[in-house]
């Protein structure tokens, strides 16, 4: 099913958050719910057909800005572990392109501005939360090189 997410009071209809495909009904013997760093996602077991349904699940997301905001911070401690984990890595590059792609992918690309106010802001903080993952991740690789506390995120 679709998941339309209520964001402020405010139905989030692009930036990439709609139609924000959720499985909701399935047979256990052929998936399970796997436990990740973030969002638990199901796994399939064997190849199932997955049929979409009509409707939309009713997402109420943050209640103001700065539950989001919260929100991407503890997130970003969360992704920049996980890819420190896979070691993965963060140049300037990413630093610098990334969230300016990020924001212009979901302001322009995914039509965000059609949101008003509330889209430009998801967008913003979706771009924000970006740098900040790699500016995290940097960090841990640079502690982690120069022998400083490893898997730390100041």
Not at 11 to 27: L, S, V
Not at 63 to 68: G, K
Not at 119 to 136: P, Q
Request: glycine letters at 4%.
């Amino acid at each position: 099913m679709n998941r339309l997410t209520n964001y402020c009071g405010k139905w989030i209809r692009h930036c990439g958050w709609y139609p924000d495909n959720k499985i909701r009904i399935f047979n256990r013997t052929n998936a399970y719910w796997e436990k990740i760093e973030i969002h638990e996602e199901i796994n399939f077991t064997s190849k199932v057909p997955i049929k979409q349904l009509n409707g939309d699940i009713l997402h109420y997301s943050y209640y103001s800005i700065q539950d989001h905001i919260k929100q991407a911070d503890k997130f970003t401690d969360l992704t920049a572990k996980v890819a420190f984990e896979k070691h993965k890595t963060s140049s300037i590059f990413n630093i610098f392109f990334n969230p300016k792609w990020k924001f212009f992918n979901s302001y322009i690309l995914h039509l965000g501005f059609l949101d008003g106010y509330y889209g430009y802001i998801v967008c913003k903080i979706s771009a924000h939360a970006t740098l900040l993952k790699y500016i995290k991740l940097r960090q841990l690789i640079n502690n982690t090189s120069d022998g400083i506390k490893k898997n730390t995120i100041e």
